[in-house]
C-alpha cells in the first residue's frame, strides 16, 4: 500500500515502530495503529509505559540466564528447588511448560534461543561458555536437556551434549514417544517409530 | 499454559498490556514480551515512547474525522483539494487506498467504523450527526460512499444514503463490478451478476 495522505507525524512514527513485533509488516501495524488510537488509547499508554519500564528492569540472572530483575531470580536463589537437578531449555515458554507438568524440582539454565547456523545464531551468540560454567558447579549432578524436538533443537541438544560429556558431566534428553491420551490412529509414523525403538519392559 | 514460574513484574505486566493489540492472546503476547526483550529492546523502547507520543499527540480533525495533530488536519485546510466531493470512508486506510488510485480529488469524511449492531456500534457510536453537518455545507455537490462491500458496509452505505437524500443531498456509491486485470473464468458469480445489471454503453 503505497502511502498517500500526510499521517500525523507521532502517528506514523508509531506505525513504524509496531513493526518491531514478530510477524508485524507494514499492513498489520497500520491496523493496530488504527485500533489503539481509535479504540483503546488508555491500552496504547498503558503499553507504552510497561515497554518503557520492562526494557529497563528486566535483565537475565546471572545463573540460569532467564529474565529477573535482581541479578539472582527467584527461583535460583530458592533453597527448595533440587539442585542436583540443572534442567536446559530454549525459552522461558518451554521453562513454564515444563513446571506446569509439576514433573520437575530441579533448576533450569534458560538458553534463549537454539543453534541456528543459517541465521547466524551459533555457540557464542548462545554463550554456550556461561552454561557450561554453571553446568560444572559440583552441586550439579545431572544436566537435562530439554530443547525443543525440532532439527534446531535436536542439533543444539546434541552439540551440548558432546560439550558437556566431554566435561566429565552426565547428561539426559526428554523421552520421545506417543503423547499422554494420543490414540496410535492419530500419531505420526516418525513418533510411533521412536517409540517402538525406545519401549522399555513394564 | 497455566502459569508457574514467577515471573518479574515488570515482565508480567508486559505480557498483560501486549494483550491490547488487536489478535494478540495470551500465548502470542508472552512471545512477543520474550522476543523484545531478548532481540530488540532498542526497538521495544522506541515502541514505548511512541506509543506514549502517540496517544498524546493525535486526536480527530475536526471537519473529516481522520486522525490528526491539529484541529484541521492538513487534506482539509489544503486549496488543492475540490471541496464539491465528500468521499466517506470507513477507516483511513480505505482512504489510503482511494489517494493511492489517482482517481480522486476531492475531500473525506471518515466514520472509524462501520454500522454493526451486533457489536453495539450505531449511528450514535459513529456519531453520523458529525457527518451529516459536515455534508450540509453548501460547498459540498455529491456525498460519494466507499464504504466497504461487505454486509456492514453496504448496510452502512445505505442508511447514510437514507439521511443524506433525506437532507437533499446528490449520494452516489462506488462502482461494483468486474476488478481490473481479472479474467472472468475467475471472477465469483455475485460480482459477474453485479457487472451484468450494472453494464453501461461503450
Known amino acids: 500500500m503505497s502511502q498517500q495522505i500526510s499521517e500525523p507525524e507521532p502517528l506514523r512514527a508509531l506505525i513504524e515502530a509496531l513493526r518491531c513485533l514478530p510477524g508485524v509488516g507494514e499492513r498489520s501495524s497500520r491496523r493496530m ?44 536463589s530458592s533453597d527448595r528447588r533440587d539442585a542436583s537437578l540443572l534442567c536446559v531449555v530454549e525459552t522461558p515458554a518451554d521453562q513454564n511448560m515444563i513446571e506446569a507438568s509439576h514433573g520437575y524440582t530441579g533448576l533450569y539454565y534458560v538458553l534463549m534461543g537454539r543453534l541456528a547456523p543459517l541465521e547466524g545464531v551459533g555457540p557464542d ?76 519392559g513394564t
Not at 156 to 184: C, D, F, N, Q
Request: glycine share 8%; net charge neutral.
Open 33 to 76: 495503529a488504527y485500533h489503539l488510537l481509535q479504540h483503546d488509547p488508555r491500552g496504547a499508554q498503558r503499553l507504552g509505559e510497561a515497554l518503557c519500564r520492562a526494557v529497563e528492569g528486566v535483565g537475565h540472572c546471572r545463573r540460569c540466564n532467564g529474565f529477573s530483575e535482581d541479578e539472582i531470580c527467584a527461583m535460583c
Open 125 to 200: 551468540q548462545l554463550q554456550f561458555d556461561r552454561l557450561l560454567s554453571r553446568a560444572s558447579d559440583p552441586a550439579v549432578q545431572e544436566v537435562i536437556l530439554a530443547t525443543n524436538f525440532t532439527p534446531e533443537g535436536e542439533t543444539t541438544a546434541h552439540y551440548l551434549s558432546e560439550l558437556l560429556r566431554a566435561r566429565g558431566r552426565k547428561v539426559t534428553r526428554l523421552a520421545r514417544g506417543v503423547p499422554a491420551g494420543s490414540e496410535l490412529e492419530y500419531v505420526d509414523a516418525g513418533t510411533i517409530a521412536w517409540a517402538l525403538m525406545e519401549r522399555r
